[in-house]
């Protein structure tokens, strides 16, 4: 059988997994957070696959073997460590809450406005994102048919793929297949690591290459300019990745708040570690081919791994290998593909149309389906953009228009509603002034947007403000029917724990 046929048998087992995890969805809770019965190694392994995508396995390499460690601050460690942020402070304050989305929180505390707002700027992060990883399923469909299926066409047949299972079986079918592809790509990735170093003449001969390069070096030129740059790449996905409704759905669907604590813990420590192995196995591949490594180098660097695989790799450790890319894209796209569905239906979509508990699991999934198709759209649109690149620019809107109110909200009894209006506002302002200006060249914009929007957390909630009593008056209403809202289909949720008045 050819390496095609090996990798079409693999989707297969995919999808048939993916409906077998299908057949416990019975109610919208089942489907958004599988029934928040998830056990630790779930957990673990479905906030490891919440990064270990393609930006991890294509993308990171290339990027790491042109700038060193230094220039893939932002991922693998900004992302690893927002997932060790979520379980040390986040996470239990949520869970107790007994919520179905991130935008439930912002109505609960700040009243719906501030719902909307919030839930807007987390559904749009999730196109680049998600974009990103159809953009890799093309990309290594393509190598696999060695050229026979065209970039486009791979986006397509890779997210129908991914549109399949995710649609039909939602968080319990993301879980179960996550658990499942992320043991092929641990084997995966550790076989090639083994292989890609022998064939390079060991690992001190790897060690001893980066090592020349300067691939090590972890911090920034030291100037201000330099710092300054750095710190804002390594906080956008630091901290544009913690007011997530995917993070927040694996990190939920947990049976209880232990295993929600320590899940993202252990899971985005794990990460960190072992997403040095694919930018080992990169050095390695400079070394084997060197020739075909410089024009990949100067033309496509995502390349360079698979093509060391396809060329210079047995059969079986191709299968594994394409397996294992495939498994981290495609973890990686089924949960983004259903967090923004689920959170613009029960935040976005209930303000404009009537969603009641009846068929809001309906809209969901045909949610998710006109989600994958806005994607997919996106990814054609943009075929070529650097994977890294549209990762990274994707996680900018929730640093400046999500995180501070979801921070201050839980640990700041004074924030307000008028607050995060500021906030938003501010924080958009300064960043869009920065991004679209030579402004941006001397300081960084999602770091003036982030600052930005902290100032004006704190002067809008201490101005004094008009509309408090109505404020109140609106949230208590909201507390008052999330019990009832809580029921969806069969299944139903316990009423979330009040929070305090602001002043």
Same mark, same amino acid.
């Given at each position: ?49 919440? @990064? ?155 060690? #001893? ?20 740059? @750095? ?68 033309? #496509? ?134 991004? @679209? ?47 009832? #809202? ?18």
């Amino acid at each position: 059988m050819t390496l095609t046929g090996f990798v079409l048998l693999y989707l297969f087992a995919t999808v048939a997994i993916g409906v077998w995890a299908s057949t416990r969805v019975k109610s919208t809770s089942d489907f958004a957070l599988a029934g928040r019965s998830l056990p630790l190694p779930m957990v673990i392994t479905a906030t490891f696959a919440t @990064w270990f995508g393609s930006e991890t396995i294509l993308g990171l390499p290339g990027r790491f073997i042109e700038s060193g460690i230094a220039g893939v601050i932002e991922e693998p460690f900004g992302s690893g460590m927002a997932l060790i942020l979520v379980g040390t402070f986040f996470a239990q304050k949520l869970y107790k809450q007994k919520i179905l989305t991130l935008g439930d929180y912002y109505r609960d505390r700040y009243g719906r406005s501030v719902e909307l707002l919030c839930s807007v700027a987390i559904v749009i992060s999730y196109l680049g994102w998600v974009g990103a990883q159809v953009t890799a399923l093309g990309l290594v469909i393509n190598l696999i048919t060695e050229g026979a299926v065209s970039m486009t066409t791979g986006m397509i047949i890779g997210a129908g793929i991914v549109l399949a299972y995710t649609m039909v079986g939602g968080m319990w079918s993301v879980a179960v297949t996550d658990f499942v592809q992320m043991i092929i790509i641990v084997l995966g990735l550790v076989a090639i690591l083994w292989f890609a170093s022998d064939l390079a003449g060991g690992f001190g001969n790897v060690i #001893d290459y980066a090592r020349g390069k300067d691939l090590f070096h972890a911090l920034p030129e030291p100037t201000p300019s330099g710092w300054l740059f @750095w710190i804002s790449a390594a906080m956008t996905m630091m901290i544009g990745s913690i007011p997530q409704q995917d993070v927040f759905q694996r990190v939920m669907s947990a049976k209880n708040v232990q295993t929600a604590v320590a899940g993202p813990i252990i899971g985005g420590s794990f990460y960190i570690l072992f997403a040095f192995v694919p930018m080992f196995i990169v050095v390695a591949a400079v070394l084997v081919m060197p020739e075909a490594a410089q024009k990949m180098l100067a033309e #496509d660097p995502q390349q360079l791994l698979p093509t060391l695989v396809r060329d210079y790799m047995p059969m079986w450790l191709r299968v594994l290998f394409f397996g294992a890319v495939l498994s981290a894209v495609m973890s990686t796209a089924s949960a983004t593909m259903l967090a923004p569905s689920t959170i613009f239906v029960e935040n976005v979509l209930r303000h404009f149309a009537r969603v009641d508990d009846r068929n809001m699991l309906f809209a969901m999934r045909a949610t998710v389906a006109c989600f994958a198709i806005l994607v997919l759209m996106y990814s054609i649109a943009l075929e070529g953009a650097p994977i890294y690149d549209m990762v990274a620019m994707a996680y900018q809107f929730p640093v400046v228009g999500a995180f501070w109110p979801l921070v201050c909200g839980l640990y700041w009894k004074k924030a307000t509603r008028q607050g995060c209006y500021v906030s938003i506002l501010l924080g958009s302002a300064v960043w869009v002034f920065l991004t @679209w200006t030579s402004a941006g060249e001397v300081f960084p914009n999602v770091l003036g947007g982030f600052i930005a929007a902290a100032a004006g957390m704190v002067v809008g909630s201490l101005m004094p403000t008009t509309d408090n009593k109505r404020f109140l008056e609106e949230r208590r209403r909201n507390m008052m029917k999330r019990p009832v #809202d809580a029921e969806i289909g069969n299944g139903r949720l316990p009423a979330i724990t009040p929070v305090s008045a602001t002043a």
